[in-house]
């Protein structure tokens, strides 16, 4: 066994139910920056040009939002918030640590309207994870893994 043999297998992928709790803690997390940017946008100019009951004005700002968040805490951390509470994380295929360019495309993918419905495709994985080349796993199970495979390999180099 080579270190490059390292796979996620499926028992180390993060249930549907931790990640529907993922996805409703960062929607309300996300809800929270909303409502404090708006608060924040009132009192400026830059409010008045923004028509929040206009549907199309609305998803942009949500898909603005929405890019930020999760550009920053898991282009930076691997971990949203939700993330976070649920012991989860996104690693590549191999364990790693996604590239900045990998959640890009995860974050882009993430605005689409119809996005979130993926996840109810029985086991397979949700779109923005399909399309990266990204898991979302159980943290604990993917270091106790990644610890029993390189003790293995370290018994097979002795």
């Known amino acids: 066994m080579k270190e490059e043999d390292f796979k ?14 993922n996805f409703i803690i960062d929607s309300l997390i996300k809800v929270i920056i909303v409502r404090l940017l708006l608060a924040f946008l ?8 923004i ?3 206009d549907m199309i004005e609305r998803y942009l700002f949500w898909s603005i939002i929405s890019f930020v968040y999760f550009g920053i805490t898991e282009g930076f951390l691997a971990r949203s918030p939700a993330k976070y ?11 790693s640590k996604p590239t900045a360019r990998i959640i890009l495309t995860r974050t882009i993918l993430r605005i689409l309207p119809f996005e979130p419905w993926t996840f109810l495709r029985g086991r397979d994985l949700g779109l923005h994870d399909e399309n990266s ?7 604990s199970k993917l270091e106790e893994k990644m610890k029993d495979h390189f003790e293995l390999i370290s018994l097979e180099k002795a």
């Open 133 to 139: 080349g990204t898991f979302v796993v159980v943290k």
């Open 8 to 21: 996620i297998e499926n028992y180390l992928v993060a249930s549907k139910q931790k990640r529907i709790l």
């Open 42 to 49: 009132i009192n400026l100019e830059i409010s008045k040009g």
């Open 51 to 53: 028509n929040l009951s």
């Open 85 to 95: 509470l649920t012991k989860t994380i996104v690693v590549m295929e191999d364990g």
